[in-house]
């Protein structure tokens, strides 16, 4: 059974950093590309990245490129998204999600169960 | 970067009623489009990728058209479990997938 399992539930004050991570199993790992989506409360999903955990090849969306920084450790097949220094914007539901498809007919087929990140002072 | 907007923004409507999403990208994008429904509180969930092709297990109610710039989501028979909010994402930009604002389906 094809899993992503996130890391639970965070409560950061402002400036400071934060690692996430999303956890695969059931797949071959490296075979597929892990894009990160975030939801803000009563928002829609926002695209900010991906990476291939073979090589950790990452693109990252305009809106987020510098904002965060996205990695993979491939021998324990898991996928990560950090801050550097949080703010409170970045208050949201964060899910990773296995890219799959064929013939460049992409889409987002399984995903983890989300991290809600929270920042508050 | 593609942007794509969808509409309506919400829509109320009634068990056995037939639902059409409406999802527009801002440059042709072929058929590089897939739709996701979110119910309240859970993870989004894969329900059509290129353009028209469902996801193993969705129901059959549920198709997608079009082409190019336009393009549809419609639910023949609304059913009390589609009540939810129905994302269209274009795949055609090399690995950059934004998504639409989303269209909230409520009970009348």
């Known amino acids: 059974e094809v899993q992503l399992v996130q890391s639970g539930a965070e409560v950061k004050k402002p400036g400071e950093s934060l690692k996430i991570s999303c956890k695969g199993s059931?797949?071959?790992?490296?075979?597929?590309?892990i894009g990160w989506v975030r939801q803000m409360p009563g928002k829609g999903l926002e695209w900010m990245g991906i990476i291939y955990p073979d090589d950790s090849d990452t693109r990252y969306s305009p809106s987020f490129q510098g904002q965060v920084t996205i990695s993979a450790d491939k021998s324990i097949n898991t996928a990560y998204m950090q801050w550097s220094s949080l703010k409170a914007s970045d208050t949201a539901m964060y899910y990773c999600?296995?890219?799959?498809?064929?013939?460049?007919?992409?889409?987002?087929?399984?995903w983890g169960q989300g991290t809600l990140v929270t920042v508050s002072s | 970067d593609i942007q794509m907007s969808q509409s309506p923004s919400s829509l109320s409507a009634s068990v056995g009623d037939r639902v059409t999403i409406t999802c527009r990208a801002s440059q042709s994008i072929s058929n590089f489009l897939n739709w996701y429904q979110q119910r309240p509180g859970k993870v989004p969930k894969l329900l059509i990728y290129?353009?028209?092709y469902l996801q193993s297990g969705v129901p059959s109610r549920f198709s997608g058209s079009g082409s190019g710039t336009d393009f549809t989501l419609t639910i023949s028979s609304l059913q009390p479990e589609d009540f939810a909010t129905y994302f269209c994402q274009q795949s055609y930009s090399t690995l950059s997938y934004t998504f639409g604002q989303g269209t909230k389906v409520e009970i009348k």
């Open positions: 059931g797949y071959s790992f490296t075979s597929y590309w």
């Open positions: 290129a353009t028209s």
């Open positions: 999600a296995r890219r799959s498809g064929s013939g460049s007919h992409y889409a987002l087929d399984y």
